[in-house]
């Protein structure tokens, strides 16, 4: 096994830039330049689009930004000491000791386990200590080669197994046994934060007198918790930030459920929530359907507004929906790029796929055409998902796993009622209430286990679909034609104007709620797309240009006028090109933190003519993403390319000029720690 660190990959007391962007592009750049990595790019993309997930900063002066990338070729740890230190988000203050954590995509559970033990390492006050104090880079690697020795699992438990606890004291008597809970942590990432969070709430247990044993579900392999110890424990803690493998195991169990970042920050707090649990009837607990108890949603979507809770079981719906359309769209599009629009028309697929082979070509050996009927067929179909897709996954996002089936059903039943997108929507909501509701009755023991095979699927579908086929498809068709008609009839002022509204909204936040609004429209409009009504693939085309403007604007801008940025903001800015080409609006995010005044109405207003021009000019895409690596899927490339060339031009020239007008000196002669003032 290659070596994880060298004295080449650790750089001590220097200063990486103001912001954690500006460390790991750092980082990043010495793992390249060791050979590594395949290039600096990939693999700081991969870190910062981790980073703005969850802030990697954790008590202590410590940071772990990591990540699995296919830029990188071999398991590495970059280790740097900050003067001055950089804020990564921790409660207690900035890092000045990181640890940037790169693995391959594919990398093996023995990789894993010592990046794990590294990660659990860094929360022993020893062991910081001894890095602040080294004087040389071999002193850091000596340190970190002796903490990835084997040594034991710490967060496996902190008291004997259960059995040896069954009883103690005379015969005849047994000695109150101490509280048991169980924990499960998991992060996105499965290296870091998961292994942390587990050694922060063994410590905290330890102190606190509490058994308590943890199951860790990162992305080496998985020990389960025994069963009997989850029987025999008082209440669980799940300090993830993904779903949990196997939760059924914990079902009816008193929780306490926050992200894993928490595991680290507030391990005690954790604890002695799940104490009060365990005592308290009313508690919230792991919920399962068709059991002993309702299934119950969590304390935190109790108190959540209902317009935060519809959103986001929308936007479940809609995010196992986009695969379907993704592949589907591209495949259509490919279809008509080698077939010709005649495929959806005149000659259809279906009669080519019917009456030729590969053996028997149409046309008297026409490949193409043969090949891209092929292609039209097999993305049709895929498109075909997209209504039930979304109503199956709204069900899940309300009732979980019992609500597939009844959504699933009544996305169908929206389809042959013609309702479309808006019926999948409405039949989602029906099918999710009624397989949650249905879920919470108290039926006899012999009876649970048919509860979610039987019983919620059948009278979810019948309720859902019901209502759907005798009530409300109709009047949802009624509307969802008109409103395909009034797309369909835009065109001049109408259509300007629904362009410069999605332009506004894809900016106004870089990525965030608002923009995902909008791109969910775009994408959930998709399927109703044809070679007679290209109205929704415009809509997309426009949405797509627009959120590209930003990244690519702010690229331009740091080329403009280099002083306006900084050193780090230059760096952003050339990985910013990469990003808004292939549609990744969050590129622009870096720089919208550091200046938010400037950049995010300097972004809305090309972001506006950028969708306006689209919409004008009739651009269509069937393509969800992508950026300009979905050429093939662009109706009117050139006027695709131009409407994001003039956004981006002027965003970028309206943001430097907001830089003139409102920083008289240039940012490279004021010191660092102005930097920041300057640019706010």
Known sequence: MTTLITTDLVVLDANLGSDAASVIRQLATVIAGTGRATGVDGL???????????????????????????????????????????????????????????????????????????????IKKDFTAALRAAATPAEIVALVEEALKDKPNPAASTTAPVEAQAGSGAAGTASPRPMRLVAVTACPTGIAHTYMAADSLVQAAQEAGIDLQVETQGSGAVTPLDPAVIAAADAVIFAVDVDVRGKERFAGKPLVNSPVKRGIDEPAKMIQEALAAATDPHARRVPHFGAEEAAEHSQEVASEHLGTKIKKVLLTGVSYMIPFVAGGGL?????????????????????????????????????????????????????????????????????????????????????????????????GLLAGLAAYWIGSWKVPRWLRGLMPVVIIPLLGSIIASGA?????????????????HWLTGMSGASAVVLGVVLGLMMCFDLGGPVNKVAYAFAVAGLGAGSA????PWQIMAAVMAAGMVPPLAMALATVIDKKRFSLAERENGKAAWLLGASFITEGA????????????????????????????????????????????????????????????????????ALKRWAVRAPVDAVAPQQLVSQNS
Request: proline fraction near 5%; charged fraction near 10%; glycine fraction near 14%.
């Open 44 to 122: 700081y993309a991969d870190a910062l689009a981790r980073e703005q997930k969850t802030s990697t900063g954790v008590p202590g002066g410590i940071a772990i930004p990591h990540c699995r990338s296919e830029a990188v070729l071999e398991a590495t740890l970059a280790m740097a000491r900050l003067k001055p230190a950089v804020d990564f988000g921790a409660k207690d203050g900035p890092a000045d000791i990181i640890f940037f954590i790169a693995a391959p995509a594919g990398a093996d559970n023995e990789h894993l386990k010592l990046l794990s033990k590294l990660a659990r390492s860094l």
């Open 331 to 427: 495949l259509i599009a490919l279809g008509f790029l080698l077939g010709g629009y005649s495929i959806a028309l005149g000659t259809t697929a279906n009669d080519i796929l019917t009456h030729n082979t590969l053996l028997n070509l149409p046309d008297g050996g026409n490949l193409a055409l043969y090949l891209g009927a092929v292609a039209f067929k097999i993305g049709n179909l895929s498109m075909g998902f997209l209504v039930p897709a979304l109503a199956g996954y709204i069900a899940f996002g309300i009732a979980d796993r019992p609500g597939i089936a009844p959504g699933f059903t009544a996305g169908a039943i929206a389809v042959f009622m013609g309702s479309g997108f808006l019926g999948g929507l409405v039949g």
């Open 468 to 484: 759907m086929l005798l009530f409300l498809g109709g009047p949802i068709a009624a509307l969802s034609n008109g409103l395909n």
């Open 532 to 535: 007679l009504n290209h109205a």
């Open 589 to 656: 995010i870096p720089f919208a933190a550091a200046d938010p005044l400037r950049v995010i109405p300097a972004s809305m207003l090309g972001g506006a003519f950028t969708g306006a021009i689209c919409m004008a000019a009739g651009v269509t895409s069937q393509a969800p993403h992508g950026g300009i690596f979905v050429f093939f899927a662009i109706g009117n490339i050139a006027m695709f390319l131009l409407a994001i060339a003039i956004g981006t031009v002027i965003t970028a020239f309206t943001v430097v």
